[in-house]
């Protein structure tokens, strides 16, 4: 049998305060990707260029400059055509490995089931507290990772199942990428940023993929990435983000969730949402919307949800929420 082959795909966008460490954490694997590709989002702050210094020294890679912002999603999405490996590595240009990362990666997804589609890693911020430890949905439906902010402790110790993983640093199997595609894309362009990792990973657990939380695999997220949304020109503060958030999160309500499996948690959901658009009007107006343009994005999800449900796998779990 051949051994499995991965790619590291990286997207960036006025990343220049930290895409030389995480392609250094690349370049010091003791175990090499098989392929790497950076898709520069129309950056201002010469992060290609960068990009591009790296890989006429001491990376083999593929550079793809956008002339507009896509986003993660489009992003990805363009990677993942550039590259062919069996299992790919989402990678944020915040983040950054040991130099073990890869040769442990393969040496696990080598004994997972044929069922596991994406791995996820534990996911420490510099202060050595939980970044991630897998995604998890609560009782509002909002999505969050899974330890953030604690301690690390031997609760987050043991290999499991989980709902998903962040897109900061996500182990997928090709595979399920295109299990999951629609009209050829994984990801779900219309997201952008924000709950395109949610997304990914419901579809795919509709779909009968098992996301396996491995906390074996570690590595280290700076979370940059916020503050240069932030500081998009005309953005008071978090209001992009917040906006984002709004209307990417029912979006992928509406597309992923079977009525049956939130019957009991609709009351409280409608509540959490009366309760925000109050918060947002006295905080951040500006973020309200996000409501606007989820309903104008609603006919195109509604399309989606009669495909992705369609196709779901007969018994394929409900998302679990806490």
């Known amino acids: 049998m ?40 129309a950056s201002e702050d010469g992060s290609a260029d960068r990009v591009a210094a790296w890989f006429s020294r001491r990376l083999t890679g593929t550079l793809l400059r956008e002339s507009v912002n896509r986003g993660f999603s489009g992003g990805q999405n363009r990677a993942l055509a550039l590259t062919r490996s069996d299992w790919v590595l989402f990678l944020n240009p915040d983040a950054v490995l040991p130099s073990d990362f890869i040769a442990q990666t393969m040496s696990r997804i080598a ?17 050595g507290r939980i970044d991630s430890t897998g995604l998890v949905l ?7 990772d899974r330890g953030r902010g604690e301690l690390v402790t031997a609760r987050y110790a043991t290999e499991e199942d989980v709902l998903g993983c962040t897109g900061a640093v996500a182990l997928h199997r090709r ?64 209001v992009k983000e917040q906006a984002l958030t709004v209307r990417n999160r029912l979006l992928v309500l509406v597309k992923c969730e079977r009525l049956g499996d939130c019957a009991t948690a609709l009351p409280g959901m409608i509540l959490f949402e009366l309760a925000r658009v109050a918060y947002l009007a006295l905080r951040a107006p500006g973020a309200l919307r996000g409501y606007a343009q989820a309903l104008a994005a609603l006919p195109a999800a509604l399309r989606d949800r009669r495909r992705i449900l369609s196709t779901a796998a007969p018994g394929s779990p409900r998302a679990p929420a806490r």
Not at 114 to 121: C, K, L, M, T
């Open 2 to 41: 051949t051994a499995p082959r991965l790619a590291v795909q990286i997207v960036t966008w006025n990343s220049a305060d930290s895409i030389d460490e995480c392609l250094d954490s690349v370049a010091a694997q003791t175990s090499p990707p098989a392929e790497v590709v950076v898709v520069d989002n």
């Open 111 to 127: 004994g997972l089931s044929a069922d596991v589609g994406s791995v996820a890693p534990r996911i420490l911020r510099p202060d």
């Open 138 to 144: 609560d009782r509002f439906r909002r999505a969050y």
């Open 175 to 238: 595979a399920m990428l295109d299990d999951v595609a629609l009209d050829g894309k994984p990801l779900d362009e219309v997201l952008f940023a924000y709950y395109e990792d949610l997304d990914l990973s419901w579809r795919a657990r509709l779909r009968g993929w098992r996301c396996r939380y491995i906390p074996s695999l570690v590595a280290v997220h700076r979370r940059a990435g916020r503050n240069a949304l932030r500081s998009l020109p005309g953005c008071s503060s978090s």
